[in-house]
């Protein structure tokens, strides 16, 4: 079994930062792809940031580059999104998802191309 377990949200000022931290709980399975999605009230899911778990390499949607972070520390199975300079359209509930199948979908953030996702944590902007 295969579980995503994302840490504890939390409210942060405008332009302020915030870690997020995504456990991956598997005796087993190996995630190629690790991402972060987000969903506003009453807005649909939208796709945050990706990172190749082979390589590294990393992949943002416009709202958030050069703000976000996508990290991993792959020994310790954890996935992280450094939130900096937060705006109040970053508040939501956000979700890390995985995928096994390397697919540049998935890079790209393609939703239906992953499938395990955790329960998601939520955000909030306020001062």
């Known amino acids: 079994q295969v579980q995503l377990l994302e840490s504890a949200g939390g409210s942060v000022p405008p332009g302020g930062s915030l870690k997020l931290s995504c456990l991956l709980v598997?005796?087993?399975?190996?995630?190629?792809?690790m991402a972060w999605f987000r969903q506003a009230l009453g807005k649909e899911r939208e796709w945050v940031a990706s990172i190749h778990t082979d390589d590294g390499s990393t992949y943002y949607a416009d709202p958030v580059k050069r703000r976000f972070t996508i990290a991993q520390d792959k020994p310790q199975n954890m996935w992280y999104l450094q939130m900096n300079t937060v705006v109040p359209a970053d508040a939501g509930q956000y979700f890390c998802?995985?995928?096994?199948?390397?697919?540049?979908?998935?890079?790209?953030?393609?939703?239906?191309?992953?499938?395990?996702w955790g329960q998601g944590t939520r955000v909030s902007v306020s001062s």
């Open positions: 998802a995985g995928t096994r199948s390397f697919t540049h979908g998935a890079l790209l953030g393609v939703a239906r191309e992953f499938g395990t």
């Open positions: 598997s005796s087993t399975e190996r995630m190629r792809i």
